[in-house]
């Protein structure tokens, strides 16, 4: 099933990225060094927990930085343009809504709650696909149709307050539609929805997906997100991304301690009576500069060489690299957690048989 | 839309009954003199009986109160004890509205049109000079007190540029110094305000999501934000208007415009009843009108208030 589409025409290619933001007088580095590279047609998911960066990389790609952010380093590659170089919001343009358009957050405030959900949906569709007048608003009831919303057109007419949560998602989601992007980045589209609206929005946004061709981007800190939508994962911490692979690579061959943590805290890896794991100690200050493995203070597998160099990625397929000295040949061999490893061994099976 | 403003109307005619009849009841614990005028001294105690009486002061209070009813229904107040002496009311603040009227909604007027612009243009430009001038101009216009820069601008603009110092009617230019005089407050209010709303709203998510979908800036600005930040905005009209009306003693009485401004003060120190309830219930009635209007307005730009079904959503 998941080799079953084997994307490599690459559509984004992000090269040792770097962003700072100024604050108060002083340089945050939100952005350490990143690479990634995205394809055709796939869906990544970006983890990572609050303030590792994953907003603040997807919003760079579409030149939503906040004021006091910049690109210090790096580029951005998209059809032969670096948008890393991209400063006008003229030049934003070209690539807000009509090649990369968002899903946002918090559906219950991002819509405008003053204009009809129609005339919402219809301004992309005037602004991107060019149309006018009846046309456009045919093409609006269509997508209203395709992201799950009946007797559309009584609902065309009405205001975002009419709406609950999950239907404020499908509209947000049409509106990101309307816009005819070739990506679509999904920050964090269910956080804000109870969990059984939750599968709904992220099957409809799987559905979507393959009916118009999208190559999807998701954002989230929730792993069951994750495993749900995924081909690839990209793990980040304080700013960097210490581990990229395909979804079963990651999720079931982990190779950095933070993937692991991160797996551990799972509460299905919990065992009864003890407490849920839980990772020991904060994210480091970003306003420092980092020394070696950003994750190693909070590491027990640690070595010395983590406290001093940042790792390189180290290959462990042809598509699953990870930034820990542990994969170095001369490092030693490290027991896991039993829970850990049998989780592991689970999942091996499991993705056997598919 | 209809019924929510007949109803609106509706409850504000009962709350203007309910002034009224307040009012009345007020000016009736007053003493008596009010009503003899300067005449009183020269009267003996029986013609004063004599003559209370045949102004029915002597009847019941609740026929008092439906003659007063009745009176009011046909545009009749009464008439002046010792302010002008035997003049009708509805004259004598008949006279006098239309120049307090002009000026105040002039000035209002006046200042919407100055207002507005400079708050949006100073949420646009948050935190660069104009900002700062615009903030520098509030500040100044809310710490220092209207009379004083009031006095200020008498004194010395009328010296640079040769504008007359008083009032006349007949020389529009004379006009020019009162209004802006008058409108150089609530402009600042209504920039401060406009500015405050138009940056909450420019932090708020749908702002972000218009952004990502590729709205550009300046149509972001008039087709999104704009209209959110006004609708905060129309509460505050009614409020400004009647404060411009009522606020305008001071400039009336500087350049000397025959405006209503000191005729309740007058009225007052000169213990004349029926010109105090004629003036209270203008000056009512132009602030229910006032919070009609905000609400109408409110309900115009706003979807989120539910029209006539007695159900509202914010």
């Known amino acids: 099933m998941m080799e079953a589409n084997h994307p490599q025409e690459r559509i984004l290619s992000i090269q040792n990225l770097v962003i700072q933001f100024t604050l108060r007088g002083q340089v945050l580095k939100a952005i350490r060094d990143i690479s990634l590279d995205l394809y055709k047609g796939e869906s990544l998911a970006i983890v990572g927990e609050s303030g590792s960066g994953k907003s603040v990389l997807v919003k760079s790609i579409m030149g939503l930085l906040d004021k006091n952010g910049y690109i210090d380093q790096g580029q951005i590659l998209y059809n032969d343009m670096d948008l890393a170089g991209f400063k006008t919001e003229e030049d934003w343009l070209k690539i807000r809504g009509k090649e990369i358009a968002m899903v946002t957050q918090d559906p219950m405030t991002s819509l405008n709650p003053l204009k009809t959900i129609g005339k919402q949906i219809e301004e992309c569709v005037v602004l991107h696909q060019g149309l006018k007048g009846k046309e456009a608003y045919h093409v609006t009831l269509k997508l209203l149709t395709d992201v799950g919303i009946y007797d559309v057109e009584k609902r065309y007419k009405q205001y975002p307050h009419e709406f609950s949560g999950g239907m404020r998602q499908r509209i947000v989601i049409a509106i990101a539609l309307a816009c005819n992007p070739k990506i679509l980045i999904c920050d964090e589209p269910t956080t804000a929805l109870d969990v059984t609206i939750q599968a709904q929005i992220l099957q409809l946004l799987k559905n979507l997906q393959k009916k118009y061709g999208l190559t999807t981007v998701y954002i989230t800190h929730d792993l069951g997100v994750v495993a749900k939508v995924a081909d690839r994962i990209a793990v980040m911490y304080a700013g960097d991304i210490i581990e990229v692979g395909k979804a079963h690579e990651v999720f079931f061959d982990g190779k950095h301690p933070y993937t692991w943590a991160l797996i551990s805290s799972l509460p299905q890896l919990g065992s009864k009576g003890e407490q849920l794991f839980s990772i020991k100690g904060t994210p480091p200050n970003l306003f420092k500069e980092i020394k070696g493995d950003a994750f190693a203070p909070r590491n027990q597998y640690a070595l010395k060489i983590d406290f001093v160099e940042r790792p390189p990625f180290f290959k462990v397929s042809d598509t699953h690299y990870a930034r820990t000295w542990l994969l170095d040949p001369r490092s030693p061999k490290v027991e896991l957690p039993e829970a850990l490893l049998a989780f592991f061994e689970e999942g091996r099976s499991y993705a056997n048989e598919q | ?314």
């Open chain 2, 1 to 314: 839309m209809f019924w929510y403003i007949g109803k609106r109307l509706l409850q504000s005619i009962l709350t203007l009954f309910i002034i009224i009849t307040i009012v009345f009841s007020l000016l009736r614990l007053m003493p008596e003199e009010g009503y003899l005028g300067a005449a009183a001294e020269k009267m003996s105690f029986e013609q004063q009986e004599i003559y209370l009486t045949n102004l029915g002061l002597r009847d019941p209070l609740i026929v008092q109160l439906g003659n007063f009813y009745g009176d009011l229904f046909q545009g009749d107040l009464g008439k002046s004890v010792n302010y002008r002496t035997d003049v009708p009311v509805t004259s004598i603040i008949g006279d006098k509205i239309m120049y307090s009227l002009l000026f105040g909604l002039g000035a209002v007027a006046l200042s919407l049109l100055l207002g507005v612009p400079l708050g949006i243009l100073m949420a646009q430009m948050k935190g660069r000079w104009l900002d700062r001038l615009g903030t520098g101009y509030i500040v100044f216009v809310v710490a220092v007190p209207a009379a004083v820069y009031y006095l200020f601008i008498q004194m010395y603009i009328t010296d640079i540029f040769k504008l007359p110092m008083l009032f006349d009617e007949y020389n529009p230019i004379s006009w020019v110094l009162p209004l802006l005089s008058m409108a150089l407050a609530p402009t600042a209010s209504y920039a401060m305000w406009m500015r405050r709303y138009m940056v909450d709203e420019l932090n708020k998510d749908y702002i972000k999501l218009a952004r990502a979908k590729g709205v550009k800036e300046r149509t972001l600005m008039f087709s999104h934000v704009l209209r959110n930040a006004f609708i905060p905005m129309a509460q505050y009209l009614p409020a400004t208007i009647l404060f411009t009306i009522t606020g305008s003693i001071y400039i009336e009485s500087l350049y000397s415009i025959p405006g209503m401004g000191g005729l309740l003060v007058d009225a007052i120190q000169r213990q004349d009843n029926t010109v105090v309830q004629g003036l209270v219930l203008v000056f009512s009635s132009l602030g229910i009108l006032g919070l009609i209007l905000g609400d109408i307005a409110m309900a115009l730009v706003d979807p989120r208030i539910k029209l006539g079904k007695g159900e509202s959503v914010r």
